[in-house]
């Protein structure tokens, strides 16, 4: 994980709070004939909160070690693997 | 994992445990939000026909505020429809502020005004379906029906573009005496394109009157059980899930439904209503208070309903056959919700006479 990556929202790509759960919604089409959304686990939900164009990746990954009371290289590595489905579905960059 | 992909397969699913959760926090879920009582067509069982009076209706900017606000109360789906919404010509501001919000929104039109350049629109802004009124597979009769000529011509070219564009979209149909020997053909049409088709059997009685023509052109009961079956055989196969449907008396709620649960309406001028049928209680989001605000009034007004002493369908002594558990139907023939709309009750006293009783049972 590079440490001082710094990724940011793609704005095509809305946030949703409903009943409790963090859902994102593209407002293009995700494939030929449909529209995906993508619903986001609590971990992945606070890191989302946190991509915001400014923070690095250490200092998420820190804050979230911190909030989480886990291990810092357990979460450095969910962290890589969210960033990476976040780049998949277009949602960062 | 920690992000779900919800796909056409997942979605049933992930919608049906959001509706729960959104029932048990008591937020707003589902919203239909007429935007417009305009129509360019003169179907004779809509309030248009009946007596409707035009008021000035929500510009632009209030319906982007109101939009606004549904997303800040977690509302996730709108349905939106009209009259015709087509008939705005800022449907596409209306609908590209919809997918900005963060919506999954369908649109209720008759289809009329969809050629290619329309649909490309559509799908550029994202529309999850378009559900088109479809009640005539003869071009005569649906012309005639509509009031416009070669409009038959142009929903049948819209139904088509939006099928080849695959933007998903269903076909609606009423059921009366004058589409009855049509409505078989009509949904092989449907089965044939591949698109669900949605037969509703009840012709309704609308908010400004047209009772007229629903007491002449309502289907009666052997030819709703008839139509039923020859539209949707599989439901009535051996084995099939028999749908479930509570009635009022057995519920002990006035409203079994969505309304004041996870859904409300919004009508063209800003009033948060139980639903689409009925015009009532008609707050004014922008003037009180907000959506939230006047959400919180429905359900209480709602509570309020379901706790009504001497509810008319409790001792009612034909309920066992009486399926319907909307009292909007009431609502709109008498004006009352705690009172019996003749037409169920005609209904009802026919299946009784046929010692028919309903699937529910």
């Known amino acids: ?93 | 994992m920690a992000i779900k992909t919800i796909g056409s397969k997942k979605s049933n699913k992930f919608f049906k445990a959001m509706l729960a959760r959104s029932r048990e926090q008591k937020n707003p879920l589902n919203v239909t939000f007429e935007i417009t009582r305009r129509c360019n067509f003169y179907c004779p069982y809509c309030y248009r026909v009946g007596g409707f009076r035009p008021r000035q209706e929500l510009n632009i900017k209030e319906i982007t505020a109101i939009l606004r606000q549904m997303a800040d109360a977690g509302v996730l789906c709108v349905a939106f429809t009209g009259g015709e919404p087509f008939a705005r010509e800022d449907i596409f501001d209306i609908l590209e502020c919809a997918n900005r919000c963060g919506f999954k929104f369908n649109l209720m039109t008759n289809g009329y005004f969809i050629d290619e350049n329309a649909a490309d629109r559509l799908k550029d802004v994202n529309i999850n379906k378009v559900d088109i009124s479809f009640n005539f597979l003869s071009p005569a009769a649906f012309d005639k029906f509509s009031g416009v000529k070669g409009s038959f011509v142009k929903v049948k070219n819209a139904i088509e573009i939006l099928s080849k564009k695959n933007i998903p979209v269903a076909l609606k149909a009423t059921g009366m005496t004058l589409n009855k020997n049509e409505l078989v053909a009509l949904s092989r049409y449907a089965r044939n394109l591949r698109v669900p088709f949605y037969l509703d059997a009840e012709v309704s009685v609308c908010h400004s009157g047209c009772g007229d023509f629903s007491r002449k052109h309502s289907l009666d009961n052997a030819e709703v059980s008839f139509l039923m079956k020859a539209v949707y055989p599989e439901m009535f196969r051996p084995g099939a899930a028999v749908m479930r449907i509570k009635s009022r008396a057995r519920s002990g709620r006035m409203f079994s439904c969505a309304a004041g649960r996870d859904m409300f309406s919004v009508n063209p001028y800003g009033e948060m209503n139980f639903c689409v049928q009925i015009d009532y209680p008609r707050y004014n989001i922008l003037a009180e208070g907000g959506i939230k605000s006047c959400w919180e009034r429905i359900k209480n007004e709602i509570n309020r309903l379901n706790t009504t002493k001497d509810y008319i369908c409790v001792n009612c002594d034909i309920i066992k056959y009486c399926t319907h558990c909307c009292p909007g139907r009431a609502f709109a023939e008498t004006g009352s919700f705690n009172s019996c709309s003749e037409y169920l009750r005609n209904m009802a006293l026919e299946r009784k006479r046929e010692k028919e009783i309903p699937r529910d049972q």
């Open chain 1, 1 to 93: 994980m590079d440490e001082n990556k710094i990724f940011k929202k793609n704005q095509d790509v809305v946030t949703r709070k409903i009943a409790g759960e963090v859902i994102l919604l593209p407002i293009y089409r995700t494939s030929k004939d449909m529209s995906y959304i993508y619903s986001l686990n609590k971990t992945a939900a606070a890191a989302w909160e946190l991509i915001d164009g400014k923070n690095t990746l250490g200092k998420i990954r820190d804050k979230l070690t911190q909030a989480y009371d886990a291990g810092k290289g357990k979460i450095a590595k969910q962290l890589d693997e969210l960033i990476n489905d976040l780049k998949l579905i277009k949602a960062i960059s």
